[in-house]
């Protein structure tokens, strides 16, 4: 029996890079995870993991902001003293070596793009203490960097992978990477060993992922999760999307994989997954960060969440008390112009004053009304008819972040409502007889995405029994 736990994308953010004034709060505004605050929930979330009995800690990638020298500095100086306590074993993503060039500090009202960053030919060595000088075997990329394998104990096999590029200009791993986590996975298993593995990006869509994903990535997704699958590599930890959930897929031989996507320890649900591993399968118990203290304050969970969706409470906020220049400063954190801002905030603003006191019961008669009465149970939206539509909306947010913490079930009046409206427009652009096939397929999977959020999916997202 073997005990450890994973978390992902701390994204920690140095202080020396402006932690105050205009420019920098547009920044962390426009942002679902914490900036200068990272460095709190990532402490936080080592010191809780001190008190588990986990013997190793797997981090899933993205440990800097944006490659920032200065990042990667102070946080591994944060692991060398955690790892007095049990092994740590990292893998490095793309913000770890600011694959878009852009790499960011703040000053004032001004950005400045002079930062020193990490390459990514140098990460492997930068970390090399945290899994590196353990593995018993290496695979070094085109980009000079480095997936890994180690025995943290005697009967277990782990897979460090980096998958940031497959030599093609996409995530994931060439022929020759491939073939290599093949054979690796075949020495283990004559070894007796069980297997899993991490890396960052995510494998398995869901039905929400799908709706933002082309079809190109949703395919080679799902064609790497059976190539898996079928070599006998049955579970992966991933990082990424920010979204927790965990889910199955079987190859065309029936083989099983699962994936484990973490969400991000540096914001909303801050989920810290404990795993106890056996020779029949993985235990996953998900916790999340109670709170965590930055300069001397106290931050709940509660905070994470309500940062979670507070970029857009900020700009409703700005519509209904008519502040014009703070509507156009928050737009602005989304890359409009100030120009364009101006043109918006005309439409907007009676929409967003609309949206903020629209209520379910109202919405409702709005989609009957439009569908003739067929859209959304009149029952049901009665029954809920007091919520507000934006709450309805940044709840339906939470869940995709956190896995459906909160579950409906069918045939509650929530479920009904909810299902119903992310089926409207596939079912008006029906009626109008659209055949835009690239719009018709998004709108099926939106669909298809209520029942997900809505209950979780078919698996426990937070605690489940995976059984190899």
Avoid at 41 to 70: P, V, W, Y
Avoid at 334 to 349: D, F, H, Q, T, Y
Avoid at 437 to 450: C, E, M, P, Q, S
Wanted: proline share 3%; aromatic share 12%.
């Amino acid at each position: 029996m073997t005990k450890f736990a994973v978390i992902a994308d701390p994204h920690y953010y140095s202080e020396k890079l402006g932690n105050s004034g205009i420019a920098y709060e547009k920044r962390e505004s426009s942002d679902q995870k914490m900036l200068a605050k990272s460095k709190g929930t990532i402490t936080a979330a080592l010191e809780e993991i001190k008190k588990s009995d986990a013997e190793f800690l797997l981090i899933a990638g993205d440990l800097s902001n944006d490659g920032e020298r200065c990042s990667h500095e102070e946080i591994r100086e944060i692991l060398y003293e955690f790892k007095k306590h049990i092994p740590v074993y990292v893998i490095t993503a793309t913000h770890d070596w600011c694959c878009d060039g852009n790499p960011r500090r703040f000053e004032g009202d001004k950005v400045y793009h002079d930062v020193d960053t990490i390459p990514p030919e140098e990460l492997h060595e930068f970390y090399k203490d945290f899994g590196l000088n353990d593995s018993i075997s290496q695979f070094h990329t085109h980009q000079d960097k480095v997936s890994y394998v180690v025995r943290p104990s005697e009967g277990v096999t782990v897979f460090c992978l980096d998958d940031d590029q497959n030599g093609e200009g996409g995530s994931g791993y060439s022929d020759e990477h491939f073939k290599w986590i093949t054979e690796q996975t075949q020495k283990a298993k004559e070894r007796g060993d069980i297997v899993f593995g991490m890396q960052h990006h995510h494998l398995h869509l869901t039905e929400f992922d799908r709706v933002i994903n082309g079809r190109g990535s949703v395919e080679y997704r799902e064609k790497l999760c059976n190539k898996f699958a079928d070599i006998g590599f049955p579970l992966m930890f991933t990082g990424h999307s920010h979204m927790h959930h965990i889910r199955r897929i079987d190859s065309s031989n029936g083989n099983p994989f699962f994936e484990v996507n973490v969400g991000s320890i540096s914001g909303y649900p801050a989920p810290i997954v404990y795993c106890e591993a056996t020779k029949d399968g993985v235990d996953i118990k998900t916790d999340h960060l109670k709170s965590f203290t930055y300069n001397g304050k106290t931050y709940t969970n509660d905070y994470l969440k309500e940062h979670a969706t507070g970029m857009f409470t900020k700009v409703i906020a700005a519509a209904t008390s008519n502040e014009k220049d703070r509507f156009s400063a928050l737009i602005a954190c989304l890359g409009v112009s100030e120009e364009k801002a101006n043109k918006i905030w005309i439409i907007a603003r009676p929409l967003l004053k609309w949206l903020d006191k629209l209520t379910i019961k109202k919405a409702a008669r709005i989609f009957n009304f439009i569908s003739f009465g067929k859209a959304i149970d009149k029952k049901a939206a009665k029954e809920i008819g007091h919520l507000k539509v934006k709450d309805f909306i940044f709840s339906t947010f939470h869940a995709i972040l956190d896995g459906s913490l909160e579950k409906h079930e069918p045939g509650t009046a929530y479920y009904i409502v909810f299902t119903q409206a992310l089926a409207f427009p596939l079912r008006f652009v029906n009626k109008l007889r659209i055949k835009n096939t690239g719009l018709i397929r998004t709108l099926t999977h939106l669909k298809n995405a209520a029942h997900e959020l809505m209950t979780g999916g078919p698996l426990d997202n937070n605690n489940y029994y995976i059984k190899f």
